[in-house]
């Protein structure tokens, strides 16, 4: 059974960079959230942390997550990422409703990549 792809950035930025890496992100958002398959795209930044920032992404099909991960908004999405403190983290989860269980329950499997 194939599911939508959860799609995760975890980011830890020097503090004198936060707003320049804030601001590029925020510029790319919209654009990331017309790609084809694109379900949500959202950007936080830690209450504990305000120098750990998430871009959390729901991509549906999987076929639609890789064109993104070559098209030249990601590239521009990682060369802003030259601004971090500590080397990202991507998170890919696959998503799926198993047959029989209700529509607010999900399983799911998670690779991280770094």
Not at 67 to 87: I, T
Request: charged content about 25%; proline content about 3%; overall charge negative.
């Amino acid at each position: 059974m194939l599911g939508m792809i959860l799609f995760i950035i975890r980011m830890k930025v020097l503090s004198e960079k936060r707003k320049e890496l804030s601001q590029t992100i925020s510029s790319l958002i919209g654009s990331i959230r017309t790609e084809k398959g694109c379900q949500r795209c959202n950007f936080f930044q830690s209450m504990e942390d305000e120098n750990e920032l998430c871009l959390l992404e729901e991509w549906d099909p999987q076929e639609n997550l890789n064109s993104y991960l070559k098209s030249e908004r990601f590239r521009v999405l990682r060369g802003a990422m030259n601004l971090l403190q500590e080397p990202y983290e991507m998170m890919f989860h696959t998503v799926f409703h198993p047959a029989g269980m209700k529509d607010n329950l999900c399983a799911g499997e998670s690779r991280i990549v770094q």
